[in-house]
């Protein structure tokens, strides 16, 4: 069955880095795109971007564009999404989830568990 | 970027009951539209795409509709499980966008 499985929750310093992995299962890695989604305590859905995991190309959104930077290994069919420069309105969980598609039409068809990131002095 | 957005924010239902959630896009996506249901503590769960199809496993009492720039989402006989936040989404361009939420609660 597939699975999505991120890992833990992170507990990060203002100015500081995280990087956040998402491990595949149960499918073809190389074969679907990973999005990454964030939602803030108490709030809605945000996009964050999206990796093509056979070629490594990456979209962003205009927020996150410059401070983001998703990446992939292949041999381990894990995704990677690491956040720089982190402010306490980071502090979100942080999912991934697998899209599903064609084109750049994209649905998010299994998510990952979610991890918390909290930012804090 | 396209801004969707949600109504009603809140929705007081009795189970058994059948209601109607709304989302508009501020310009046309099509049928690029997704449902999502997130209950506490959980990652959102694919309920519809392509703004009337069922994502594998979802009960027949979820339904959905429209195109171009409304949207409905129809749930019949309201279960206790599905007291929960839905969210809908568009994924016509990038960036896809989410709407707030329409959260169900129990009257």
């Known amino acids: 069955q597939v699975q999505l499985v991120q890992s833990g929750a992170e507990v990060k310093k203002p100015g500081a880095s995280v990087k956040v992995s998402c491990k595949a299962s149960g499918y073809t890695f190389t074969n679907y795109y990973i999005h990454w989604v964030r939602q803030a305590p108490g709030q809605g859905l945000e996009c964050i971007g999206m990796s093509n995991p056979s070629s490594g190309d990456t979209m962003y959104t205009q927020n996150f564009q410059g401070r983001v930077t998703l990446t992939r290994d292949t041999s381990t069919s894990t995704a990677y999404m690491e956040l720089r420069s982190l402010r306490s309105d980071d502090t979100a969980v942080y999912f991934c989830?697998?899209?599903?598609?064609?084109?750049?039409?994209?649905?998010?068809?299994?998510w990952g568990q979610g991890t918390t990131v909290a930012v804090s002095s | 970027e396209i801004v969707m957005t949600q109504s009603p924010a809140t929705l007081s239902v009795s189970p058994g009951e059948r209601v109607t959630l709304s989302c508009r896009a501020t310009q046309t996506i099509y049928s690029n539209l997704a449902w999502y249901q997130q209950r506490p503590g959980q990652a959102p769960r694919l309920l519809m795409f392509?703004?009337?199809t069922r994502a594998s496993g979802i009960p027949a009492r979820f339904s959905g509709s429209g195109s171009g720039t409304e949207f409905t989402l129809t749930i019949s006989g309201l279960q206790s499980e599905d007291f929960a936040i839905y969210y809908c989404?568009?994924?016509?361009?990038?960036?896809?966008?989410f709407g707030q939420g329409t959260k169900l609660e129990i009257k």
């Open positions: 392509s703004a009337s």
């Open positions: 989830a697998r899209g599903q598609g064609f084109g750049y039409n994209y649905y998010f068809d299994y």
């Open positions: 989404q568009h994924y016509n361009n990038w960036p896809y966008t």
